[in-house]
């Protein structure tokens, strides 16, 4: 590994800690892109907006002022940070971000592209591992309840027998009535 390749690694957990999910869908916020690619937000912007054609709406989205304010109250604090965003960022989907290293063509982004594009694979693969092991539990559970179903229904049989028993019991320990002659066996 040369120099330059050490100087551009960036550590997982700063690439994973800018991917959000807005609309139900992984996205990086075109700023936080900007600063791993090394270059200023309004250059990746202008470059987008010159080949917004590579840029449908499934790669990439502006967010609305409402998830705007939702996202900025949530991850900026600072006011420097602020002061950055008037304006309601792109967001771009993991397509998206495989598109930007075709109008951001230096090699610091195209590696730094790869290395998130791994990550975007990465959590794909933990969300289809979590939904396994989530569907394995919701059928555990489905087992559990037809398991307690049928023991309910044991118990109910149970309690249906023991009535029955209890009522022949009680039949043949009953006082017999009726014409009874004399030397039989319940004077």
């Known amino acids: 590994m040369t120099k330059q390749d050490t100087q551009i690694m960036i550590p997982d957990e700063v690439v994973m800690s800018k991917i959000y999910v807005i609309r139900g869908v992984n996205v990086m916020i075109d700023r936080d892109l900007a600063e791993l690619y090394g270059v200023e937000t309004k250059y990746l912007k202008r470059q987008v907006k010159r080949n917004i054609i590579r840029f449908p709406e499934d790669f990439m989205f502006e967010l609305t002022n409402q998830e705007f304010n939702e996202w900025r109250s949530q991850f900026v604090t600072s006011n420097e940070d602020r002061m950055g ?72 049989y149970l309690k249906q027998l023991e009535a029955a028993k209890q009522q022949e019991l009680e039949q043949k320990n009953r006082k017999r009535i009726g014409f009874k002659t004399p030397g039989s066996k319940e004077d």
């Open 85 to 156: 965003l008037r304006y309601a960022p792109y967001a771009f989907t993991e397509d998206g971000v495989a598109q930007l290293s075709t109008v951001l063509n230096s090699e610091r982004a195209i590696k730094v592209n790869l290395q998130i594009i791994r990550m975007f694979s990465k959590l794909r693969r933990l969300t289809l591992t979590h939904k396994d092991i989530l569907h394995k539990l919701e059928e555990l559970e489905r087992n559990d309840i037809e398991h307690d179903k049928k023991i309910e229904l044991i118990f109910e």
